[in-house]
């Protein structure tokens, strides 16, 4: 029982999803439109579970002051201090002129900001492997960079303006039919898995039986 | 003719409308929404120029009195009435009122339109086609299977290595690091991730090797949490399974990115699985990976991302080769005759495909149009 509960549930909200994508009928919809409603709520519901666990494995390490435990009271000062100034300010904690607010957009924010500026060095790195030309295909790659990169700036066009042209070309043309191939075959791919789970084919899922 | 003025339509406004039919005034067409789930009126006109700066539209119960439902601009020509007053069953007349109050410029009273819901989409038939015939197609493959039929697939090099990888982690005494992407559960691809995540907890179960998976949702968190358990169950190591092998970090994105590169580079692990849905951080994460040397495998459905890891991974599975992984692993056969319905069915839209080509070129678009999703 342990292992139908569970397919049954995802057998009947599945098709019923399925049904709902396909039938505007409020007889239909209403429903449909409350169990996407239950998901935002068990989802809201698992964030007690996920400080939970955040607090207890990180507690532990700092109480046993297991090795890095410095970094693991700092993650816990930041997220009981953003909780209590949070809580302080109530239904107001979202407003412009609110502490929260204050630390979430000096404090986060350019710290996520220099994260995502980090991106630029891991291109660098990442683009210079991949222009290594080993082989023909790599040969072609590194000439379609090379005519993207030039004709994506003004000096491609003071070059010449066929370069341009030729870097849209290759994204509107090859690019885009190699994309669309991808995405029809992850579409069906999307299918194929939904299918099997809402059948409870997928028994490598949330088995736990001792059933190997 | 009536003289019509300001303070007229003002007046009438809030009393009953009762504005005449003349001669010039443009027609008016009223129809249920289709394809919607009622409470809904569209309609049409194309008026004369000059245009009037607005319109009011007025809306009245067949032989009952004319109100004001909304004002809209004068270069409108059509307009889906959508206010909550109106109900299902009930027949609507409406009429456009020019404004400044010109009532050469009105239009008729529309003909009655009754709005009611709909049981099918029918802009979904498309979609609704393509699903019945993978039914069909997957019902006939289950079937085929259960007979005794097996189907063989090219290897796919990423699903061999994963494996490998943790074969290499386990004789290398380090752990294996798997990423589940950072979307949350409701998304298809991080259900395909926990998935494989019971393949692999099973394998490292095997191993006894270590495994860690940090999550971005607590969802996700929860669920990979009993998958792994489950996993260590399923091949009798229930005692090797810790409760902090899952974790949760943050649901922000740069954060779980700093979180999870950190760890990369104090526990090294020496394979990192990438698998799930990926976005700005799939460079972040995979570049970090190789700089401590994991074999690293990633797979993921989201295209603008692939160049990133096909550079930055030993192996990547990309698209329909990222859901076909589970099914790959298991050998299932009936797990397997999905897969060949996909490939069936995947047939069969190429040589659609190659059809409505062929016939828009010949100048029939009715094909290339039912098709289109937008």
């Known amino acids: 029982m342990k292992r139908e509960i569970p397919i049954l549930i995802t057998l009947v909200t599945g098709l019923f999803c399925l049904i709902g994508f396909f039938v505007p009928h409020p007889y239909v919809r209403l429903l449909y439109d409350d169990i996407q409603q239950w998901v935002i709520v068990i989802v809201g519901a698992t964030y007690v579970l996920g400080v939970a666990n955040l607090l207890r494995i990180n507690l532990t390490q700092v109480s046993q002051k297991a090795p890095d435990w410095p970094y693991k009271l700092v993650l816990l000062a930041g997220l009981i201090g953003m909780m209590a100034i949070g809580f302080s300010e109530g239904s107001h904690y979202s407003d412009d002129a609110s502490k929260f607010q204050w630390v979430y957009n000096r404090v986060y924010s350019p710290m996520s900001a220099t994260m995502f500026a980090l991106l630029a060095f891991f291109i660098a790195s990442a683009a210079f492997r991949a222009f290594r030309i080993r082989s023909f295909e790599a040969l072609l790659l590194a000439i379609a960079a090379f005519i993207l990169m030039v004709g994506r700036v003004p000096i491609g066009n003071a070059i010449h303006p066929v370069i341009p042209a030729a870097a849209d070309w290759l994204m509107e043309v090859p690019q885009n039919a190699a994309k669309r191939g991808i995405l029809i075959g992850a579409a069906l791919g999307v299918m194929a898995t939904g299918i099997r789970l809402i059948l409870g084919m997928e028994k490598t899922y949330g088995s736990g039986e001792g059933s190997s | ?374």
């Open chain 2, 1 to 374: 003719m009536p003289r019509f003025s300001l303070r007229w339509l003002v007046a009438s406004l809030a009393v009953p409308f009762a504005f005449p039919a003349l001669a010039d005034a443009f027609p008016l067409q009223a129809n249920d929404t289709p394809n919607d789930g009622g409470k809904s009126v569209s309609l049409t006109w194309s008026a004369p120029d000059p245009k009037p700066a607005q319109w009011i539209l007025v809306r009245r119960e067949r032989g009952g009195a004319f109100a004001p439902v909304a004002t809209l601009d004068g270069n409108l020509s059509r307009y889906t009435d959508e206010s909550g007053t109106i109900a299902d069953g009930t027949a609507y007349e409406y009429q456009l009122v020019a404004q400044p109050a010109d009532p050469a410029r009105n239009s008729e009273v529309s003909g009655a339109a009754t709005p009611s819901p709909d049981w099918l989409d029918a802009t979904k038939s498309n979609v609704l086609v393509v699903t019945l015939l993978f039914f069909i197609v997957l019902f006939f493959t289950i079937n085929q299977a259960h007979r005794g039929k097996r189907w063989t697939f090219r290897k796919i090099p990423g699903l061999v290595a994963i494996e490998e990888a943790i074969g290499r982690a386990t004789e290398m005494g380090k752990g294996v690091l798997y990423i589940p992407g950072i979307q949350d559960i409701d998304d298809i691809q991080t259900i395909a991730s926990m998935i494989l995540l019971a393949q692999v907890s099973r394998l490292t179960a095997k191993y006894e090797t270590k495994l860690s998976v940090p999550t971005n949702s607590p969802a996700v968190y929860t669920v990979a949490d009993e998958v792994v358990k489950s996993g260590y169950q399923d091949v009798g190591r229930a005692d090797a399974y810790q409760p902090d092998m899952v974790r949760y970090l943050t649901s922000e994105q740069f954060a779980y990115v700093a979180a999870v590169n950190g760890m990369m580079l104090r526990e090294r692990p020496a394979a990192t699985l990438l698998l799930g849905a990926f976005f700005a951080e799939s460079l972040l994460l995979a570049e970090t990976g190789h700089s401590i040397g994991a074999i690293q495998i990633a797979g993921t459905a989201n295209v603008h991302q692939m160049p990133f890891f096909v550079v930055a991974c030993d192996y990547t599975l990309i698209g329909e080769e990222y859901y076909a992984a589970s099914a790959l692993l298991s050998n299932d056969p009936l797990l397997l005759g999905s897969l060949k319905a996909a490939d069936t069915v995947k047939f069969v839209l190429i040589v659609v495909i190659a059809l409505g080509c062929i016939l828009s070129t010949m100048g029939n678009p009715t094909l290339g149009a039912w098709f289109s999703t937008q």
